[in-house]
């Protein structure tokens, strides 16, 4: 999608603002004993409040309102009956519609009391996407997120998962520009138009490169397995740079 008017944006950042507040009021009523239905019933309860409607639901007819992965699930995580303990790590992943107009975004939480080393992996997951982020800039390559992203991984020994992507996102939750590798990608010849809207959302881990399905339709483990976080927003590429979406409210 290529941002046209005023009111475009403006209904972009609302449902970018709604799925914010998701992850936001998910994130701090998760703590040991809860399940992950449990939490996902608190992120539906967000966004129908806000007149808004899970993306995956109604797109995809997946099984929840969101995507709650944990320990060895990496994405797409079903809610159900599992429960969450002391030092898991969990990722939720928030995309929802709200007039038309859809949004992404997520984030990775260790439960207290937590590992350093997974603490130092959440702290370089949230590092890795801002480095992907300062790269989004209208008229420069694609291909410079992958870049930079993929060179923060080198330099502090991390692994990329390299076929979990970003994607352009807007009308639809999943449309162009599709598949926007958050690793170096010497194929990548597109160009970030002024307005485009996509999302960037590196999956950084302490050994895994590939994502594979497991018994169910939906969740993806790490392979190999090893710890893995996503951090997820959606932006607009501007001639300033870029333009977060996915902000709280109090959060500009």
């Given at each position: 999608?290529?941002?046209?008017?005023?009111?475009?944006?403006?209904?972009?950042?609302?449902?970018?603002?709604?799925?914010?507040?998701?992850?936001?009021?998910?994130?701090?009523?998760?703590?040991?004993?809860?399940?992950?239905?449990?939490?996902?019933?608190?992120?539906?309860?967000?966004?129908?409040?806000?007149?808004?409607r899970s993306a995956p639901e109604f797109c995809?007819?997946?099984?929840?309102?969101?995507?709650?992965?944990?320990?060895?699930?990496?994405?797409?995580?079903?809610?159900?009956?599992?429960?969450?303990?002391?030092?898991?790590?969990?990722?939720?992943?928030?995309?929802?519609?709200?007039?038309?107009?859809?949004?992404?975004t997520g984030a990775s939480f260790v439960v207290?009391?937590?590992?350093?080393?997974l603490d130092k992996l959440c702290r370089d997951?949230?590092?890795?996407?801002?480095?992907?982020?300062?790269?989004?800039?209208?008229?420069?390559?694609?291909?410079?997120?992958?870049?930079?992203?993929?060179?923060?991984?080198?330099?502090?020994?991390?692994?990329?998962?390299?076929?979990?992507?970003?994607?352009?996102?807007?009308?639809?939750?999943?449309?162009?520009?599709?598949?926007?590798?958050?690793?170096?990608?010497?194929?990548?010849?597109?160009?970030?138009?002024?307005?485009?809207?996509?999302?960037?959302?590196?999956?950084?881990?302490?050994?895994?490169?590939?994502?594979?399905?497991?018994?169910?339709?939906?969740?993806?483990?790490?392979?190999?397995?090893?710890?893995?976080?996503?951090?997820?927003?959606?932006?607009?590429?501007?001639?300033?740079?870029?333009?977060?979406?996915?902000?709280?409210?109090?959060?500009?």
């Open positions: 999608m290529i941002i046209e008017t005023e009111d475009e944006l403006l209904k972009l950042k609302e449902i970018g603002r709604i799925c914010a507040n998701a992850i936001q009021i998910m994130a701090s009523s998760m703590e040991p004993g809860i399940t992950t239905q449990e939490l996902d019933d608190i992120g539906r309860k967000v966004l129908e409040s806000a007149g808004a995809y007819q997946f099984p929840g309102a969101t995507c709650i992965s944990v320990n060895e699930e990496i994405a797409h995580g079903i809610p159900g009956s599992r429960i969450i303990r002391p030092g898991d790590l969990v990722n939720i992943d928030v995309s929802a519609e709200k007039d038309g107009f859809f949004s992404d207290p009391p937590s590992k350093s080393k997951g949230k590092r890795a996407l801002w480095v992907g982020l300062n790269q989004v800039k209208s008229g420069e390559p694609l291909a410079k997120i992958g870049q930079a992203i993929g060179a923060f991984a080198a330099k502090n020994r991390y692994t990329l998962v390299a076929n979990l992507a970003s994607h352009g996102v807007g009308r639809s939750l999943h449309e162009e520009p599709g598949e926007l590798s958050t690793w170096p990608d010497p194929s990548e010849k597109r160009i970030m138009t002024d307005g485009l809207v996509f999302t960037v959302e590196p999956f950084l881990s302490l050994g895994a490169t590939w994502a594979e399905g497991g018994d169910d339709a939906w969740t993806l483990y790490a392979d190999p397995q090893a710890p893995t976080v996503q951090y997820e927003h959606t932006v607009v590429a501007t001639r300033n740079g870029p333009m977060i979406l996915t902000l709280p409210d109090g959060q500009t």
